[in-house]
């Protein structure tokens, strides 16, 4: 698998894709359209798209959370490309990332769903599960 990590620039064309991504993973079956959102807190966020063969087949957004702490948003997989390692790979790039700008734990939001790939990445529950745009979530954290 050649694939390619590359930064997205909000506002850009391939930042227009990223919000096609997320819908059609996030949003699409609940339902739910991304249009419906406010996306302007993804101005304040690094965004990376992970590329095969120049497509754009998943994303990770990092920002920051609070004083040493990054938070990893949106990881999204297109439904073909799960199932082959690329979200632990995403994770990975992350936690990389957030460690050489000196960031000592990850936080995050996940759906319950996939709960259990976060505690196999050393992910703990923090609380209890909540209803989030309707889906049930967790808090989980992680130091790195």
Do not use: C
């Not at 850009?12 to 997320?22: A, F, G, K, N, P």
């Not at 004083?67 to 997989?77: L, M, P, Q, Y």
């Not at 439904?79 to 000196?102: N, P, S, T, V, W």
């Amino acid at each position: 698998m050649d694939l390619v990590m590359k930064k997205i620039i909000y506002g850009s064309e391939e930042y227009e894709d990223t919000i096609v991504l997320r819908n059609e993973v996030f949003r699409k079956p609940w339902g739910l359209d991304i249009k419906d959102d406010d996306l302007s807190p993804d101005k304040e966020m690094d965004i990376y798209g992970a590329y095969l063969d120049g497509k754009l087949i998943g994303t990770v957004f990092l920002t920051d959370h609070e004083e040493g702490v990054v938070r990893i948003r949106n990881v999204a997989i297109y439904e073909d490309f799960r199932g082959k390692g690329l979200g632990k790979y995403l994770m990975d790039f992350a936690e990389d990332l957030a460690r050489k700008q000196g960031y000592k734990k990850v936080y995050l939001m996940g759906r319950t769903i996939v709960e259990e790939f976060y505690h196999k990445l050393g992910y703990e529950t923090i609380g209890q599960a909540y209803d989030y745009r309707t889906i049930p979530h967790v808090d989980m954290m992680k130091d790195l």
